[in-house]
């Protein structure tokens, strides 16, 4: 069995002590390059002036090790906040009108890409499983192709791929689509962003469907197939058991006086909902004026991208109106809607969960997310909280017994609300004990290994198999 090369924009160190960073992600991943032995590269997020990058930062753990390469100024400012998060991250959220294109940018991405193959073509072996993640790195394996590398290579997209109508808008999709059939396995979250990707193939008349996860391009075939991703199902659940131990717990406990907590969490982003939720929130609180002074709403959001204007905008625009809404609705003794910039850890987040009696989870569009499945871990099986979540988020196709909302639909999300918050005790518990069924089948663990059998009993490309 060969190793497992990972390759990411950022790669989660483990620290002085050894502690990896917390999240299901790392953790699959890591216990997959522990068993198999491995290697993780990826940008050390440090950036230098052009012709300064130095060799690669090394470290070694256990039977990991983790490569971390530096990129120049202009590498950041075209790759990653240019063509990664001002291109590619709206149009697979759907935000055409947030897309800026830029030559530069896009140039900048490509030649990233092939710096990103350049460092790691030294450091393959022959038999190495190669898996490349997420949209920063689409054309990475054409790269490699290009430099003569013939091993297995997989990619999984973190996000949605968007219908062919959207993609195309955008000025090098024939060069992206065309790049991604380099890979041998593409993972997607849903069967839904599989056939979005393979209409897109189709309406360029790329390639030959063979079957409903296998392509063919030329003399090459390929599988596209959805592969969910899940969390550490059970740690989870026991981190949120343990948390009602701690001060943090017994302090919040206090400050909400017997009102009912209402949680969101969501890093800061447009694709996340949080006006629309605003909105909502202030809907039910006003059409539903018995909740008043009975419920509090905890809103998480730890900042994110502040360089990319668009998210400094929401910043803003996301702290007045949750100011205008306590300011509106708000009394001397009870602030409807507590607003919190920072990052927890993650023990503590776990404890608010479990203490919460109703998660908003309402994106506009996410590719899985993972809030929502840490949210059902976390609960108690006797007297558990209600999932309101987005038809358009991932994690929809597969939890089924969640409260869906359409999020566009402020009034309607409002009610829902509403009718979560007076569901009777029986329905909660049999609504959770099907969404955790799903949890447990499907945890992070089986995400990794389905992935990786698929990539490990790939069929080699052709060109190898006749040398
Ligand atoms: C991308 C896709 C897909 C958030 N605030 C804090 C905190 N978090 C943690 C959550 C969760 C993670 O961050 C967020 O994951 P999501 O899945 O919700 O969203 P993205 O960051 O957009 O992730 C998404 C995911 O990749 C995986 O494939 O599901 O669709 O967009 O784990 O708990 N963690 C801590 N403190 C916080 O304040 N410790």
Redesign the pocket.
């Known amino acids: 069995m060969g190793r497992l090369v990972v390759v990411s924009n950022r790669v989660p160190v483990p620290d002085k002590k050894g502690t990896a960073p ?4 790392a953790v699959a991943l890591q216990s997959a390059l522990e068993a198999r032995g491995g290697l993780w590269l990826g940008w050390s997020g440090q950036s230098c002036g052009e012709d300064a990058i130095g060799p690669l930062k090394t470290l070694k753990d256990g039977n990991i090790d983790y490569a971390l390469t530096d990129l120049t100024e202009k590498d950041v400012e075209e790759y990653y906040h240019g063509f990664a998060n001002r291109v590619l991250w709206p149009i697979c959220h759907y935000r055409l009108d947030l897309a800026e294109y830029g030559r530069r940018e896009m140039a900048g991405y490509f030649r990233v890409n092939r710096f990103f193959a350049s460092r790691l073509l030294p450091l393959i072996e022959e038999d190495d499983l190669i898996w490349i993640h997420d949209y920063h790195l689409i054309p990475l394996a054409a790269e490699l192709r290009r430099q003569g590398v013939k091993n297995r290579i997989g990619f999984f997209l ?2 949605p791929w968007p219908a062919p109508d959207v993609f195309l808008t955008m000025p090098v999709h024939e060069e992206l689509l065309t790049s991604l059939t380099a890979y041998d396995v593409i993972g997607f ?1 849903t069967v839904h962003d599989r056939e979005n990707f393979a209409d897109c193939l189709a309406r360029q008349g790329l390639s030959r469907r063979l079957g409903e996860s296998r392509f063919s391009v030329g003399e090459r075939t390929f599988t596209a197939k959805p592969y969910p ?1 899940g969390i550490e199902t059970e740690a989870f659940a026991a981190l949120a058991r343990r948390a009602g131990e701690t001060t943090l717990h017994r302090r919040m406990l206090q400050s909400l006086d017997g009102k009912s907590l209402i949680i969101g ?3 800061l ?1 447009y694709s996340k909902g949080l006006t629309q939720r605003i909105d909502a929130f202030e809907t039910f609180l006003t059409r539903h004026p018995d909740n008043q002074r009975q419920v509090t709403l905890l809103q ?1 959001t ?1 900042k994110s991208r502040s360089e990319v204007p668009e998210y400094e905008a929401m910043q803003r625009a996301v702290a007045e109106q949750a100011g205008r809404v306590n300011g509106a609705l708000g009394t001397v003794d009870w602030v409807p809607i507590r607003y919190v910039n920072r ?4 023990p503590a ?1 776990a404890g608010l969960y479990r203490m919460a009696k109703l998660a908003l989870v309402t994106p506009l569009r ?6 929502a499945k ?1 949210y059902i871990a976390a609960q108690n099986e006797e007297d558990p909280g209600v999932l309101l979540l987005s038809r358009f988020a ?1 994690a929809a196709a597969e939890l089924k017994e969640a409260v869906l909302v359409n999020p566009y639909d402020v009034e309607g999300t409002a009610d829902a609300m509403a009718r979560s918050l007076a569901m009777p005790v029986e329905e909660r518990r049999e609504r959770w004990k099907g969404l955790m069924a799903t949890l447990r089948k499907n945890d992070v663990f089986v995400w990794c290994d389905g992935f990786l059998t698929d990539l490990a009993g790939a069929t080699l490309p052709r060109i190898r198999a006749a040398s």
Not at 343 to 346: I, Q
Not at 366 to 371: I, R, S, T
């Open positions: 917390a999240g299901g992600l973190h996000i979250q991703i969490v969501d890093r982003d998480i730890p990052s927890l850890r993650r987040l996410d590719g899985m997310n993972l809030v840490e991932g």
